[in-house]
Structures are given as structure tokens and as C-alpha cells.
């Protein structure tokens, strides 16, 4: 659930929860595109504090490490020094992470790596075993149900493909060795990376200590995503929640806690509006060019939008303020808005395409008709 943007959304998805949106990573089974387009605007990026680029050596970087995770989370120093010792550099993981940009891919090729008739049964499925569960967190939360099942397919296949990589390993990898290009325009991008994984490591030892979880042992994605919903250790710690009531908070074997985290991560994180709209087909007056924000907020009010030439095609609440979403289907373009809740589905993965893609496989997998690709 995260937060956990990646400048380059990378060919093979990560995770969609990282908590710090400047640092994003995909999810887990699927590729995401990777740059703006007309149906991928930039998104709105928060204000970054100065970084150091000075090298520091590896010795140095990991003996500070050990000191501010011990006093930062209480920790003691022998107890990460031990398991760190244990922790080995990835290859394949620094490999991954250096993969060059595929091209962005348009709406109509976008979407059949998320949406097949096969996740649409699987996920038919899933909700029909676990429908009590599921109500029983939209009843909760507002978060329907089929919207948490669409999520869960699209990171790991219904729990089926949640990550064979150590956390602690591909975390360990990218927090001290984050792949360096040469190139002095990427190096301040490079930095923050590293120290973004940097923070998701020590946020891992808080995490073994307070849900009494063996990290060493933990498998994920290879930016260290876990779980069925493929949280990052900082979002596990800020959303995850004890849906079963057992005083833990698992990812990895209780459902429950899963369902409630996902919708958790969605109210707290997206700002979910119960009973509210997620996005409306709209029609864009001839002559009238696609209007792309600069950031992806729903804060146009539908007045603006119809000044600028955008119908909705479907009744929308009175009031409601929206952003215009342009994809490149396969017929021509095709335009929606999306309310505060497609926003929130941005917010679990920074990606308006991944948004429509999840929030149309959810309907699918509720039996409700999706328009062509």
C-alpha cells in the first residue's frame, strides 16, 4: 500500500502500496507503463528536501545504519548487526532494478496484461469464497468488496504469485547498492532511491519486532514488497491492520487482515468516499483538445470540465469535483473523469492506467459490464 513514485515505473510491477509517493513502485505480476502520456499525466510530485551526493563509503554507511535504526525503533545494535550479517547482495535483484524503460504502452495494450477472462474467473471466484469476509470489511470501511479482490489479483494472482525473493536480501541490496547509471543528471534520482530503501530496511527491523515476524525468513517482491496485497515495510507498519482480531497484523496467511488492510490503505492513505462514484465515461466535444492536468487531484468542478467541452455519460453526484482521464483505446481515444475514489486508487499505485485498469477488472469480477479496451 505505499506511497508504496518511481520516476520510470519498471517493466516488471513490484508492489502499488510504497507510503511516499515520490517513490512508488508497481506491483507485483504485471508491467506498468513507465512515463507521461496523454493517458499517464504526471503525477503531482511533493517538494524534496536537499540530498547529499557525496559518496560515502559502504563500511561507513552501514555502521550509521545500525546506529539510527537502534535509536530510531530500539532496536539494539547487536540484534541488526546479527541479521544483517546474514543478509546477502542480490545479483539478480540490482539486474531487475537497472532493466531500461520499456516503451508506455496505450490503453488498448495496457489493459489485457490486467484484465483476461481468466483473473476475471479467478477473481469471480475468490470473492465467492470469501464473500462473508469481504462484506463484512465493505461493511466497515465502504471499500467494496469486489474492489479489494480486483486489487489482490492484480499484485499476486489472488495470492498465487506474491514474490520468491528474501525481503531482507533485495532490500539489504537496494539500500546499499542501488545501481548507479554514470550519468551525472541521474545521480540525485539514484541517491534518493537508495535511501528511500535505505528507510524501507530499518523500517523492516520495526516491523519483525512488532509483529513478531522472522524478517530473515520473509519472501516479497524484489523491491520488498510482501504479502497478498504487496505492502512495502513502511506501509505495512502505517496501514495494515488486525482484521482477525489475533492481536498481529498478517499479510502473508490471514485473510482477514488482508481484506482490511487493502481498504484500510484505501480510506487512510486515498481517502475513499463511501457510496461515492470512481470514474464516469464522458464525452469530449468535437474540436476540443484533452484536457491533461498538471497533477492528478479531483478538484475540477464538473462546470470547468464542461467549459472545456467533458459530458458525463452517466448521472454523477451534485458538486462532485473530478480529473479528466484520456486513454488510447483501440477504436480511438476514449475519455472518463475520475472522482475521489479513482484518485484513491492512484494513491495504492501512482498510475491512472493501473487505476482504471483496477477499478474495470472490479467490475468485471461484480458480474457489471466494461467497455472494449
Known amino acids: 500500500m505505499t506511497k508504496h513514485a518511481l520516476a520510470s515505473l519498471l517493466a516488471l510491477t513490484l508492489l502499488g502500496c510504497i507510503p ?15 512515463a507521461a502520456t496523454p493517458a ?7 517538494k524534496a528536501s536537499p540530498v547529499d551526493l557525496t559518496p560515502v563509503p559502504f563500511e561507513t ?49 495496457y489493459r489485457p496484461m490486467f484484465i483476461s477472462q481468466a483473473r476475471i474467473d479467478g477473481g469471480r471466484a475468490f470473492l465467492a469464497e470469501h464473500r462473508e469476509a469481504l462484506d463484512k ?23 498465487g504469485n506474491t514474490g520468491r525473493y528474501s525481503v531482507l536480501d533485495a532490500l539489504y541490496t537496494l539500500a546499499f547498492r542501488y545501481p548507479r547509471s554514470g ?32 524478517i530473515a525468513a520473509l519472501k516479497g517482491s524484489y523491491a520488498g514488497a510482501m ?15 488486525d482484521g482477525d482480531g489475533d492481536g498481529r497484523r498478517d499479510l502473508f496467511g490471514s485473510l482477514d487482515d488482508v481484506f482490511a488492510s487493502v481498504a484500510n490503505y ?33 478538484s475540477h468542478t464538473l462546470a470547468d470540465l464542461a467549459a472545456r467541452g467533458y459530458t458525463p455519460q452517466q448521472p454523477v453526484p451534485a458538486g462532485a469535483t473530478a ?41 468485471a469480477i461484480a458480474g457489471r459490464e466494461i467497455p472494449p479496451a
Open 227 to 241: 504479502g497478498l496485497g504487496q505492502f512495502m515495510p513502511s506501509s505495512y507498519r502505517e496501514f495494515a491492520v
Open 183 to 214: 550519468d551525472p543528471a541521474k545521480l540525485e534520482r539514484e541517491v534518493r532511491r537508495e535511501l528511500f530503501f535505505r528507510d524501507e530496511l530499518a523500517q523492516l527491523f520495526a516491523l519483525g519486532r512488532e509483529e513478531k515476524l522472522d
Open 266 to 298: 484505501f480510506v487512510k492513505k486515498g481517502g475513499w468516499v463511501r457510496g461515492g462514484p470512481v470514474a464516469v465515461p464522458a464525452t469530449l466535444a468535437p474540436g476540443r483538445e484533452p484536457f491533461n492536468p498538471e497533477d492528478w487531484i479531483p
Open 20 to 34: 511516499k509517493e515520490a517513490f512508488v513502485s508497481p506491483p507485483a505480476s504485471t508491467p506498468v507503463a513507465k
Open 61 to 109: 554507511a552501514r555502521a550509521n545504519f545500525v546506529r539510527d535504526t537502534s535509536a530510531r525503533f530500539g532496536v539494539p545494535a547487536a540484534e541488526i548487526e546479527a541479521t544483517l550479517a546474514g543478509a546477502t547482495f542480490l545479483d539478480s535483484v540490482v539486474t531487475a532494478m537497472s532493466r531500461p524503460a520499456e516503451r508506455v504502452k496505450p490503453w488498448h495494450e
Open 323 to 363: 480529473t479528466p482521464v484520456s486513454l488510447e483505446g483501440s477504436a480511438g481515444p476514449q475519455y472518463w473523469l475520475g472522482f475521489q475514489n479513482y484518485y484513491a486508487i492512484t494513491r495504492y499505485n501512482i498510475s491512472k492506467m493501473y487505476a482504471m485498469a483496477v477499478y474495470q477488472l472490479s467490475q
Open 137 to 159: 470489511v465493505q461493511a466497515q470501511t465502504g471499500v467494496p468488496a469486489e474492489l479489494i479482490v480486483a486489487i489482490i489479483g492484480v499484485e499476486t494472482s489472488y495470492g
Open 40 to 46: 499517464e499525466a504526471a503525477p503531482e510530485k511533493p
